[in-house]
Every structure is written in structure tokens, then in C-alpha cells.
């Protein structure tokens, strides 16, 4: 586990409304292809949930985090409130669900770090939208961010509540599906990689027409694109050193941006930064395991020309 940043960092509030599961990962030389069984090297367990991990990537950076969501009455779920209560972030609006399991994904990684990832929700489908509403206003954030690992009903109420607040609302659109307009008159930020753009969509322009305040085109090793209705800015990818595990760099990138933006940086320097706490995530294994903390990004900062 990462080492929890100091008090003395503390940015903006957060409000995190998503999935928390535990992840169990296999290693394997390469990903299987349909039908196939691939031996692998090694397994472990981690904590994961694009929620929860989006979480603890804006904990880490200073933000005060709140997260929102739900989880079952077992082990498991005991387990993925004390991971993210260790890394500072208040689970008091954790819903526990009687009868319900908690979340779990199935991963693999393979030796240049790519992955593929299949996802048991369980709970994290129990989150009821009139308590998100009210946790989300009792939470009085500066930005909301929300997944779409949870039910959609549950990401619009927080959208609205944010919106009632003065809040802004990232929102990554993952797993990638068709977003009604009620979300969208919220104006989120909208965060999706290239492939969920075309189903989400299906353009960025599109997207900005239906209401969105902007929308980012996360690439990995490429970079990003900022586009907002002034125009399009682009990102270059950071030179990470050899990838360990790209699983969760995605997260890094969307918790990195709600810290930042909840501590007042314009978009587009946010999105740099963001873009390095990503590439830095890659370096070390887990979803969380090279998510960096506000001291680990300043410095590489420093050494890197990208911002």
C-alpha cells in the first residue's frame, strides 16, 4: 500500500459514486484468445472496482474523498471498505447489503502489462438512487465523479444532486453505454478511451451538443484529447518506464482529474497532470499498487517537459 499523503495537501472535496469489488488477477504469458487455456505464472488479490479505485487514486493526491457506493454483508465486502478507509477515504455512505455479494472481477494480465477483465457486480447494483442523492448533497463536494459500474438510475441522481449543490461532474463512461439525456443536461466532464467513445457517443462533437461541458479522449501510451466547444487540445503520452500492469491506469487518470479540478487548476493543465499520474500507475502491479501519491507526482513533474 501506498503511503496516505499528508494533511497538510488537503485539496478539495470529492464525492466518488461507483463500484467497489476485489480483484483476483492471473498472470499469463499472453491473453487468451477465445476457447483457449492459457497456464499462467502467478495469482494474487487485490483491491479493485473503478470506483473505489478512482477513489483512492484522488485520496492519494490530497483530495478529501468521499465515496458512495455498495457492497455485501460478507468478507469480501468488509474487506474493500477497510482498503479504502486505510488509504483516507470516508466510507460512511457505504451501503452494506444483507443477502448480497459483493463484487468481484477476474483478471488477466499479460507479460507486456495488457489485461482483460470480466466483472461479477453483485451489490454494487443494489445502490439505490434516492440514497446517492442524499449522501451526494450531505457530502457537499466541490466535484462529483461517477463510473458507470453502477446502476444508471444511481449515476443520474448524483449528477442531479451535484448539480443542485454547485458541483461539478466528471463522469467516466465505463463500461461503455448509450448515456440518456437527463445525465447529460448536468453537463458532466465526460471522460472515455477511444473505443468507449464510439459507443458512447458516438462523437465527441455529438456528445458537446447534448450537453457536455467537454469530453476526454484518453489514449494510453499516446496520450489524451481535451475537447470542449472552443476547440481541441491534445496530450502527449508519457514516457513510463517498462509497463509492470496497465489495469487500473485508467482510474489513476479519472481519480487524478477530480482531485485536480477540485483544487481549482484549469482543465486542460489537470488533464497533464492526470495523463502523469496514469503513466505512473503502469509501473508497479494491482489496480492501485503504482498510483501515486501528491509528493510522487510533484516530483516526477519536475523531471518530465509535458507540464
Not at 455485501?72 to 460512511?92: F, K, M
Not at 449528477?159 to 439525456?181: F, S
Not at 491534445?234 to 509497463?243: C, H, L
Not at 499520474?277 to 499498487?289: I, K, P, T
Amino acid at each position: 500500500m501506498a503511503p496516505q499523503t499528508p494533511a497538510a495537501l488537503s485539496m478539495g472535496r470529492v464525492a466518488v459514486v461507483g463500484s467497489a469489488n476485489i480483484d483476483h488477477v492471473v498472470r499469463v504469458p499472453h491473453l487468451p484468445r477465445p476457447g483457449e487455456t492459457v497456464l499462467g505464472s502467478g495469482y494474487t488479490q487485490h483491491m479493485g472496482g473503478k470506483g473505489a479505485n478512482q477513489a483512492v487514486a484522488a485520496s492519494r493526491l490530497g483530495a478529501d474523498v468521499f465515496f458512495i457506493g455498495a457492497v455485501g454483508t460478507d468478507a469480501a465486502g468488509a474487506l474493500a471498505v477497510e482498503s479504502l478507509e486505510a488509504e483516507g477515504v470516508d466510507c460512511a455512505a457505504v451501503a452494506r447489503i444483507p443477502d448480497a455479494a459483493s463484487g468481484v472481477a477476474l483478471i488477466t494480465v499479460d507479460d507486456q502489462g495488457e489485461n482483460q477483465i470480466g466483472v461479477a457486480p453483485g451489490a454494487n447494483l443494489l445502490l439505490d438512487p434516492v440514497q446517492v442523492a442524499e449522501r451526494v448533497a450531505a457530502a457537499e463536494p466541490s466535484v462529483v465523479l461517477a463510473v458507470l459500474e453502477v446502476p444508471m438510475a444511481a449515476v443520474v441522481s448524483a449528477a442531479l444532486a451535484a448539480t443542485a449543490c454547485g458541483a461539478r461532474v466528471v463522469l467516466n463512461a465505463a463500461p461503455a453505454q448509450a448515456l440518456p439525456d437527463a445525465l447529460l443536461q448536468s453537463r458532466p466532464l465526460i471522460v472515455v478511451n477511444a473505443d468507449e467513445l464510439l459507443e458512447v457517443g458516438p462523437s465527441t462533437g455529438g456528445l458537446l451538443e447534448r450537453g457536455a461541458e467537454a469530453v476526454i479522449v484518453t489514449r494510453g501510451r499516446e496520450g489524451a484529447i481535451v475537447v470542449t466547444g472552443e476547440g481541441e487540445h491534445s496530450i502527449a503520452g508519457e514516457q513510463a518506464r517498462a509497463v509492470v500492469d496497465a489495469t487500473g491506469a485508467g482510474d489513476s487518470f479519472c481519480g487524478a482529474l477530480a482531485a485536480l479540478l477540485a483544487d481549482g487548476p484549469e482543465l486542460e493543465l489537470a488533464a497533464r497532470m492526470a495523463n502523469a499520474a496514469a503513466a505512473l500507475s503502469v509501473r508497479r502491479a494491482g489496480a492501485r499498487g503504482g498510483m501515486p501519491t501528491r509528493p510522487e507526482l510533484d516530483a516526477y513533474l519536475r523531471r518530465s517537459p509535458s507540464v
